[in-house]
């Protein structure tokens, strides 16, 4: 039996983990690096997501020098405020009312006249694209793990001193198999004594271990992937007890190679086992799908309800730093989605029963 379902990009939600240049549109790459005089290679050109596999290190190379390629294409000012804006603007497409974007500054420094400059230079294009498009954003400060923890502890102290100006988290990005988490403690009491939330990645190139160490030694509240953590079921419930949020980005986990098929990431164990989630673009650039697109896969390859949907949109707000107010107005448009007719308004299409695709 047909029936209609409702628009997921209508589904007000928060997102939580979007990095800054895989955020950008790939039209806008091609334009920056035309300006530029900056050669793209064929994978970033051809119209459709490159072909990725990072689960050894050789094919983590490749995404990680293609993320730094379409990074050389942001040397000005207008280059960032153009990329916020257009972040914005698919976000507020896709349904988001709160969006918090990580960024590691020291790799525009070199562009923008240095790391306090950078830093500016990305919290003035966020108040100007909240401004312009009414989306909330905030910015997650992310030290890199194949760089010194010094640095890190630099990062985490800059991080600090613009919490009150739209930075909100710390967070710790790249290949998980270099560097310990311990070795970045410091950086983080830094931190989370400064108020910042702790979001670090942990379990998906790596095991469930690397969650326990971002729990252990980093104290984070939430964890950026964690998606193998249903490898250890004592890890499972830990998390659920915590209610340490996992941001999970189902399309990047298959275009790595983390799993081989969009029905294969654990949804539906991470859901049944009570660990909050909240669904990430991740870098969108390189993966070719947005927010909306988390929720479809979790609607056609993992046979999510509508409730279902309401719930991970409802997990994905409490699990951000926004404020009361704007918790409320989201849980309460949520809720307006799932008692809307969708046959009124809400409808994408007609969709035929309601399991997974296999």
């Not at 997102?15 to 994978?43: N, Q, W």
């Not at 799993?259 to 086992?273: C, G, I, M």
Request: with cysteine.
């Amino acid at each position: 039996m047909e029936h209609v379902v409702r628009d997921l990009k209508l589904l007000p939600k928060a997102h939580l983990h979007l990095h800054f240049t895989g955020s950008m549109r790939p039209s806008t790459l091609l334009e920056l690096a035309d300006k530029y005089g900056v050669h793209l290679p064929e994978a970033l050109t051809g119209g459709e997501p490159p072909k990725l596999r990072a689960t050894d290190e050789r094919g983590w190379f490749r995404f990680q020098r293609l993320y730094d390629i379409a990074r050389s294409c942001l040397r000005e000012p207008e280059d960032i405020r153009r990329l916020v804006r257009e972040v914005a603007e698919e976000d507020v497409r896709d349904g988001s009312g709160w969006l918090e974007i990580q960024v590691d500054p020291t790799s525009y420094a070199p562009r923008l006249g240095g790391l306090i400059p950078a830093l500016e230079i990305i919290l003035d294009a966020v108040r100007t694209a909240q401004r312009d498009t009414g989306l909330a954003i905030r910015v997650l400060v992310a030290a890199n793990r194949m760089k010194h923890p010094l640095d890190a502890r630099t990062l985490a102290r800059l991080a600090v001193r613009y919490r009150d100006q739209g930075v909100v988290g710390f967070g710790l990005s790249n290949d998980e198999r270099r560097g310990m988490a311990r070795d970045f403690d410091r950086a983080f009491a830094i931190a989370r004594d400064g108020g910042l939330l702790a979001a670090p990645h942990g379990g998906e190139l790596t095991g469930p271990a690397s969650v326990r160490d971002c729990l252990d030694d980093l104290r984070a509240s939430r964890i950026g992937h964690g998606v193998r953590a249903v490898e250890d079921p004592r890890l499972l419930r830990l998390l659920a007890e915590r209610g340490v949020t996992c941001e999970v980005c189902p399309a990047s986990n298959v275009a790595l190679g983390v799993y081989e098929k969009p029905e294969y990431v654990p949804l539906r164990t991470l859901f049944e086992a009570g660990v909050p989630m909240a669904l990430g673009a991740d870098d969108p650039l390189l993966f070719g799908a947005r927010l909306a697109d988390q929720y479809e896969i979790a609607r056609h390859h993992h046979g999510f309800t509508d409730a279902e949907l309401a719930e991970l949109a409802r997990q994905s707000v409490r699990g951000s730093v926004a404020p009361e107010d704007v918790r409320r107005a989201l849980l309460s448009g949520i809720d307006d989605w799932l008692a809307a007719d969708p046959a009124a308004g809400g409808a994408a299409g007609s969709e035929a029963g309601s399991g997974p695709r296999r």
